[in-house]
């Protein structure tokens, strides 16, 4: 279970103690996350592109990256004649389409982007969620898609408690970059596939980051004009998703945004990978041009 330390809560008119909502300061030494959309991992100029982002914000701020990998999943499945099925952003994922996951993920993104971060000077070291647990998972339970079906989405993980992934404390002291691809093991060794966003958010709660960044291909959340929104709650977002503005792989995100915000991470902001200038992320307060805040 994730430890609130005393600061962090407050006492409700009952006497309780209660979470605070996120207006803490935060600690500067507490790590950033940062999770990669796989479009941004396709060509090898937006590799470059991100891989020296990356180097630079962690010249400033302990970090942790975590990519997922679905237009590229997409294709491979393709080749391989697997249709391919989501829901709410959500992969169904059975047995073939698991090992098309492992390979593309953990195999060509993750090693393409470590190569990458090496050669842009920082110091990256590539695993999943399997490596050393630091990602525990158990079978997600049939979900209540938005439009009200319900659906098994088969060797789908998702992240349970289980203390401080130490392996990535230890390489965060070491001054190494943890590169995170997105599966997990049950505690019985089974490998399961894991949405990206979900799993970046619960690492970012595990860790107490500072700050969760979801860097993706579209300029922070739209709204229905296709304006970047500034500032957003989580009733917002909620609201967002019942109209239908937001949908599909943004619908996982902000489900991911309001756990990890929910268990003290804090803030969050979607942004543009393109645009964005990574450096800044680790100091930068208040609305950035083409990305979205999104607070309790
Ligand atoms: N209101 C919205 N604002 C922005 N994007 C939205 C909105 N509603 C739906 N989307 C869709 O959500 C997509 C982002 O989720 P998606 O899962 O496709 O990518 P990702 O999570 O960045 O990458 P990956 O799944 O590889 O980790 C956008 O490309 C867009 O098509
Ligand atoms: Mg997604």
């Known amino acids: 279970m994730t430890r609130v330390p005393k600061s962090r809560m407050r006492r409700s008119a009952t006497g309780r103690l209660r979470r605070s909502p996120v207006t803490r300061t935060p600690d500067p ?20 592109r ?28 393709a080749a391989a004649g697997i249709p391919k099925q989501q829901v709410d952003g959500l992969r169904v994922t059975d047995a073939r389409t698991l090992d ?53 989405l088969g060797l789908v993980g998702s992240p349970v408690n289980n ?14 970059v943890p590169v995170v691809a997105c ?8 490998v399961l596939n894991v949405n990206a966003d979900t799993l970046a958010s619960h690492l970012a709660a595990e860790l107490q980051a500072r700050r969760l960044v979801i860097a993706g291909g579209t300029s922070g959340v739209l709204d229905d004009q296709g304006h970047t929104i500034e500032q957003l709650s989580v009733a917002g977002a909620a609201k967002l998703i019942r109209t239908g503005t937001a949908n ?3 619908v996982a995100k902000l489900e991911a945004c309001r756990a990890a915000l929910r268990k003290g991470v804090g803030d969050v902001l979607i942004a543009n990978g393109r645009d964005v200038q990574f450096g800044i992320l680790a100091e930068a307060t208040g609305p950035l041009p083409g990305c979205t805040q999104v607070t309790r």
């Open 163 to 176: 203390g401080t992934p130490r392996l990535l404390t230890d390489l965060l002291a070491g001054g190494y």
């Open 50 to 77: 991100v891989a020296a982002g990356i180097a630079a914000l962690a010249k400033h701020a302990a970090l942790v990256v975590v990519h997922g990998g679905g237009r590229e999943i997409d294709a491979a499945l």
């Open 248 to 250: 599909k792989g943004m």
């Open 100 to 152: 098309v996951v492992v390979s593309v993920l953990a195999g060509a993104i993750n090693t393409r982007l470590v190569a990458a971060l090496r050669g842009a000077g920082a110091r990256p070291v590539g695993l999943t969620g399997a490596d050393a647990a630091v990602v525990t998972v158990r079978r997600a339970a049939p979900m209540t898609t938005v439009a009200g079906s319900k659906v098994d």
């Open 29 to 48: 030494r507490s790590p950033i996350v940062l999770k990669l959309g796989g479009e941004l991992l396709e060509n090898p100029t937006d590799v470059r």
């Open 183 to 190: 599966l997990g093991t049950t505690r019985r060794g089974e």
